[in-house]
């Protein structure tokens, strides 16, 4: 199991309505985001029913550079049919409710890419020590609108401890923009992960490029 941690920089995740609401739908604002800078993308949809999340799913493995993961969000169900269709579908995100990140190993195979949420010490440690787990995504850095009952941001401090407690890759989220890339890169993360700082901008592959750029430019 080998997991560039690189491939975690610049860390897209979809959220339908959002884009829907800057006038484009998810397969556009992902072609042109992954054309300018993003390193991964993660499909999120807690709404959509499983036909569409399907569908979804495969209209955008069928525009995304085939070098940049594409991964799914909490439902293996759409993972393996989407497998199953041949789509190239790198593997899967899940967050803390979900099935356990072994069962979801065993299920999705040795080979795909399996990120988990985790936000506490013991939380991190048990993906480190479940050996199954490609890297964490922890937050939220801010306050943020675009996840249901998110809890309140933690800043910049303790999103540096949480990072500490795991020597897996990691990706902060919640909020982020261009500004919060130096300092979450001096804290150790990998990279940054956002959705409305694209789906929500009027030009999704522009504010790849820039989040792309201050990445870069910022000392690892
Ligand atoms: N998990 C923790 S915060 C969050 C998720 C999915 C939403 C982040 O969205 P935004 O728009 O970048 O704040």
Same mark, same amino acid.
């Given at each position: 199991m080998h997991f560039d941690p690189a491939t +975690?920089?610049?860390y897209l995740v979809t959220d339908t309505q959002q884009c829907v609401a800057s006038g484009r739908t998810v397969t556009d604002t992902v072609q042109q985001a992954a054309h300018q800078g993003v /390193? +991964? *993308?993660q499909i999120r949809d807690k709404e959509a029913s499983a036909r569409d999340f399907l569908a979804m799913t495969l209209e955008i493995a069928k525009v995304m550079p085939k070098h940049i993961p594409l991964l799914i969000n909490d439902r293996v169900d759409i993972f393996l049919a989407a497998? +199953? %269709?041949k789509a190239n579908v790198a593997g899967m995100h899940i967050g803390q409710t979900e099935l356990p990140a072994t069962t979801v190993r065993q299920l999705i195979g040795p080979h795909a890419i399996l990120g988990v949420s985790a936000a506490s010490e013991? /939380?991190?440690l048990e993906a480190q020590n479940s050996q199954v787990v490609d890297? *964490?995504?922890i937050g939220p850095l801010h306050d943020t609108q675009t996840k249901k009952n998110a809890p309140a941001g933690r800043g910049f401090e303790a999103m540096a401890q949480l990072r500490s407690y795991t020597h897996l890759p990691a990706v902060a989220i919640g909020g982020?923009? %261009?500004s919060d890339l130096p300092p979450l890169r001096a804290a150790g993360f990998n990279g940054a992960a956002v959705v409305s700082a694209i789906c929500k901008a009027p030009d999704p592959g522009a504010a790849a490029h820039a989040l792309a750029q201050q990445w870069r430019t910022t000392a690892g």
């Open positions: +975690l920089s610049i /390193t +991964l *993308v497998q +199953l %269709a013991e /939380t991190l890297y *964490v995504g982020i923009t %261009a």
